[in-house]
């Protein structure tokens, strides 16, 4: 049953900590995205993944937000310092891009900051 | 800047009823559309994607495109109240991430 894991599933911690969000797409695919939910703003690009090279990262705070793609089975997602506003649902989603454009999501990582 | 839009609802249907879900998209340019539900507190999950104008169906779903009114929309047939979610509208270009709208919420009723 191919599927996107993300870990942790739920994280609270305190402003100014730093935060890791971890990702594995599904087997084969080739391109990997980070979005975050909000009520207020819905879904948003945070980032992607193309071959493990980032292709766009233009939604994301540059100066506290980085996402790696160390191998091909495992995307990061770090926050440092994080602040309250960056509370939300933190969601990975792949693609086999050439196939098809279809996108699976993960999990989600619900992220609270005090 | 691209855009999606939707009716954010809520949208009420008897059990039994065909809902219909609408969608528009501002860049002329888009080639793939996919509705996604999101149950409360699940993640978004897959239910149609569709490249072409006309119709696709699938079950009790049916997706529709016009391009040249940059319209997308999605007719669930049979309403039961699993139906019950958000269902979300998202477009893209060839091989570039998705645009998302904000969502429509479905409420069936039994």
């Known amino acids: 049953d191919a599927r996107v894991t993300q870990t942790p599933r739920h994280k609270v911690t305190e402003m100014g900590q730093e935060v890791t969000m971890r990702c594995q797409p599904i087997l084969g695919h080739n391109t990997v995205f980070w979005y975050r939910q909000t009520m207020m703003q819905g879904l948003e690009l945070l980032a992607y993944f193309r071959n493990r090279a980032p292709l766009d990262d233009s939604g994301m705070p540059k100066d506290r937000f980085s996402a790696e793609m160390p191998d091909a089975t495992l995307a990061t997602l770090k926050i440092q310092p994080s602040e309250p506003r960056d509370s939300a649902v933190y969601f990975c989603a792949s693609a086999h891009l050439g196939s098809s454009y279809e996108q699976y999501f993960g999990p989600g990582t619900r992220l609270t900051v005090t | 800047q691209k855009e999606v839009e939707q009716n954010s609802g809520p949208l009420s249907v008897p059990e039994g009823a065909i809902a219909s879900l609408n969608c528009t998209y501002s860049d002329r340019v888009s080639q793939s559309f996919f509705w996604y539900r999101q149950y409360s507190g699940k993640s978004p999950e897959l239910i149609m994607s569709?490249?072409?104008?006309g119709d696709k169906e699938d079950g009790r779903f049916t997706a529709q495109l016009n391009k040249a009114s940059q319209y997308v929309s999605l007719l669930i047939r049979d309403s039961q109240p699993s139906d019950s979610a958000t269902y979300l509208c998202?477009?893209?270009?060839?091989?570039?991430?998705?645009?998302f709208g904000k969502g429509t919420t479905l409420s069936v009723s039994s």
């Open positions: 569709i490249y072409s104008n």
């Open positions: 998202a477009v893209n270009q060839a091989g570039t991430a998705l645009i």
